[in-house]
């Protein structure tokens, strides 16, 4: 495997740059993309997904429903001839997203020009997916609700009825 200059697993590549302005990802690409010869490993596409499961009664299954899907796999050629490949499937339907995110991952996964810089954008989306997290887990626990109260209560009025 390929040492990289991101310290953030490549699993989490694509949710961090989804969350960091898409101007400055696209200025960080132009800024070094003459610098290499991109090539479509595939074509772009962009469609639909289907989410399918299990009934638990009868264990036939059914659709929960659809959800859009774009895929990009580029090759990037430098002036040497040294091959860099890269892909990014995610949930949009935006196949020019999608080849833009295969690019940033040829650049950080092979550790090219520019890396230390999307690693910095992927960083600052990581930052802004732990301050999501965070507001969603204080909101969830701020409408917990304790039912053990429930049980006492019904203890309660069960001992005055039989006294």
Same mark, same amino acid.
């Given at each position: 495997? *390929?040492k990289?200059c991101?310290t ?9 740059l989804?969350?960091?302005? !898409?101007d400055?990802v696209k /200025?960080v690409?132009d800024s070094i993309?003459?610098e290499?010869?991109?090539a479509?490993?595939?074509?772009p596409q962009?469609? !639909? ?5 299990? =009934?638990?009664?009868?264990h036939?299954? @059914? ?6 899907i774009?895929?990009?796999?580029v090759? !990037?050629? =430098?002036?040497?001839? *040294?091959?860099f &490949?890269?892909?990014?499937q995610?949930m =949009? &339907? &935006?196949?020019?997203l999608?080849?833009?995110f295969?690019?940033?991952d040829?650049?950080?996964a092979n550790d090219l020009m ?5 690693a =910095?954008?992927i960083?600052?989306?990581e @930052?802004?997916f732990?301050?999501e997290?965070?507001?969603?887990k204080?909101?969830l626990g701020?409408? /917990?609700? *304790? %039912?053990?109260? %429930?049980?006492?209560v &019904?203890?309660n009025k069960?001992e005055?009825?039989n006294a």
């Amino acid at each position: 495997m *390929n040492k990289t200059c991101c310290t953030v697993p490549r699993s989490f590549w694509l949710r961090a740059l989804k969350l960091v302005p !898409l101007d400055e990802v696209k /200025a960080v690409i132009d800024s070094i993309i003459n610098e290499y010869e991109i090539a479509y490993k595939s074509i772009p596409q962009s469609g !639909l997904g289907v989410l399918q499961t299990k =009934d638990t009664a009868l264990h036939e299954p @059914y659709f929960l429903g659809e959800f859009p899907i774009a895929t990009s796999w580029v090759v !990037l050629t =430098d002036a040497q001839g *040294n091959t860099f &490949d890269g892909a990014a499937q995610l949930m =949009d &339907d &935006d196949e020019n997203l999608a080849s833009l995110f295969a690019v940033c991952d040829a650049i950080l996964a092979n550790d090219l020009m520019s890396c230390t810089k999307l690693a =910095d954008l992927i960083e600052l989306g990581e @930052y802004k997916f732990s301050q999501e997290v965070s507001t969603r887990k204080a909101m969830l626990g701020s409408t /917990a609700v *304790n %039912f053990s109260l %429930f049980g006492a209560v &019904d203890q309660n009025k069960k001992e005055g009825k039989n006294a």
